[in-house]
């Protein structure tokens, strides 16, 4: 009879996944061994923007301190808000500062929290490499473009120099931070968009899409321009003083506008009090900001921000009741 | 006057009449155009398998197996917590969907009434779960496993989650497999004294284990490759570490892969590929693990 065969085969299998499992649990106590002083667990989530810049911290301060466990969810600024505030994570990265509806929810879950600019962001508004007419745009005629209901749908309706060309429209979803961000400080209201263009969580997309039409446009963070630059130019920005280029400089010394935004972390306080490897974490990741940023391919902090930073650090650790700068890694 | 039977024969017989009503063309024409299906079907699967297996190729290497993930050095950044994630989270699923499933289809085959009306109702509703998109079930877990009974974003809210996306597919498959047992064995049983319980536990669950376990295979292979209702679930993105028990933080492969492929960086791309190649030869081993049990065990009664 086979039966026997069958349950043998059967129990083979399951003693192999345990086997596996033992295995992997394993390597990971195999691991830290060579531990720094903080040991526990940090949730973070929020922004997709800014994960990258604190997935960057969390490994270099794991490389540090291999007890410590710290995961970055990426439910964009508004679903980690939400989770922030319900106290499941003790720090959200977002892209743009806290709205009303969150604080109110943040107040309701009796969560603390204190804003932390770690860098800095250019919103690029780029075009195919064959446009050769579209070099600097103002904030006028890219309201117009992107406002509701808008009509124009050629390069020449943009501006009558201008050649005739299809106007091919990319751009981010509507949950992102960084359409938020543009409908905000574009067409003057936050989620006014045109919806006739082709939207795309992914940025990856847009960049496809506007290399491969001679009309296109699209606009993203400045970390996806700077990683295809041979495929797509990006537009310089006239806000009434002159067309400017987004770069790391115009960013700093803030005359690209209104499209050069700051990055943030939110801590909860209560986390910051009482999750010694989260207060450990966030004095790695603020001592060590510039260093995070550059690895991470992000805008860096100009002085004065550098400054804001660390004072509201400061101020965040003495409501924590944390003593002082305490760098237990570093 | 109506014609007569001798002026409608002729011309019915007469050649050629019979060929004009059945054209050649729309006989070759509907081979063609199911061949043509199947073709679109094929091609676009061989299209899609040879673009991972190009982009994946040059990452496809041991260091995708025993290196964490890493935004610094894509270089050579791996997949370990993922691929462990995956594996904590697909045998605790097994753990916990599969005797409940079984046991829950054993009960609607041999006990309950099938003529009932809460049979039926029963019947009609794992019908309809069996449908549901993936991604209710994931704000399911939010909501009551993950939030309510405080489980958190862990293995174990991962995996009774995804059990319970499964669990219709196992009941369903498990019954048709015991269904398929026929009824003189079970007669045969208990004509010989032995029990209800003991002719379900001696005969009809062994004679019906293959195609249950070809069931219970699919159902995984479904779980393992599910990122949506995970994604709700909050299965982080960006881990440095295995899991190191039932409730710890996870990622599991499908959510590893959708992170990568929106990195701005190509390196990314190229290790997404890699890790969906992983992805499928796990599902085609698995696939192929059901294929296998099925004809080496199958009865023919």
Known sequence: ?330 | MSPTLDDIAPLEIEAGTLQSHHSELPEKGFRWVLLLSLAIALLTLAALLAFILVSGAPRFNLQLFTNMPSIRLPEIAGAQSAITGTIWVIVTTAVISLPVGIMAAVYLEEYGNPNGRFHRLVEINIQNLAAVPSIVYGILGLGVIARALALGQTVITAALTLSLLILPIIIISTREAIRAVPQSIRFGSMALGATKWQTIWKQVLPAATPGTATGAILALSRAIGEAAPLLLLGAVTFITFNPNGLMSSYTVMPIQIYNWVSQSRDAFHVLAAALCIVLLLLLLLMNGAAIFLRNKYQKRW
Not at chain 1, 88 to 97: F, I, K, V, Y
């Open chain 1, 1 to 330: 009879m086979n039966n026997t065969r069958i349950k043998w085969g059967v129990a083979v299998m399951m003693t192999g996944g345990a086997l596996t499992l033992a295995a992997c649990g394993g390597q990971q106590s195999g691991g830290s061994g060579t531990s720094g002083g903080a040991s526990g667990a940090v949730a973070v989530d929020g922004s997709s923007t800014v994960a990258p810049l604190t997935s960057v911290a969390a490994e270099l301060f794991q490389a540090q301190n291999s007890g410590v466990n710290v995961t970055v969810g990426t439910s964009g600024t508004g679903g980690g808000f939400e989770k922030f505030c319900r106290g499941e994570t003790a720090m959200n990265d977002a892209s743009r500062p806290i709205e009303a509806e969150e604080k109110a929810a943040c107040e309701q879950g009796g969560v603390k929290y204190a804003p932390l600019t770690v860098a800095n962001d250019a919103l690029t508004v780029v075009v195919s490499k064959e446009n050769t007419w579209a070099k600097c745009l103002t904030t006028e005629q890219l309201k117009k473009i992107w406002e509701p209901k808008s009509q124009i749908n050629n390069w020449n309706q943009v501006d009558s120099t201008f050649p005739d060309e299809k106007l091919t429209l990319f751009g981010p979803g509507t949950d992102s931070g960084t359409f938020d961000y543009f409908t905000d400080v574009i067409n003057g209201e936050e989620g006014a968009s045109r919806t006739d263009y082709t939207p795309s969580e992914d940025d990856n997309v847009v960049v496809q899409g506007v290399s491969g039409s001679k009309g296109g446009m699209g606009y993203f963070g400045y970390t996806y321009y700077e990683e295809n630059t041979d495929k797509v130019n990006a537009v310089q920005i006239d806000s009434g003083n002159g067309c400017v280029t987004p770069s790391p400089e115009s960013v700093q010394d803030k005359s690209y506008t209104p499209l050069g935004r700051p990055l943030f972390v939110y801590p909860s306080i209560q986390a910051l009090g009482s999750n010694a490897a989260f207060a450990s974490f966030l004095t790695y990741y603020v001592e060590n900001d510039a260093s995070i940023a550059e690895q991470a391919k992000f805008i860096p902090l100009n002085d004065q921000q550098k400054t804001e930073l660390n004072s509201a650090f400061q101020k965040a650790l003495s409501e924590a009741g944390v003593s002082g700068s305490s760098p237990a890694a570093s």
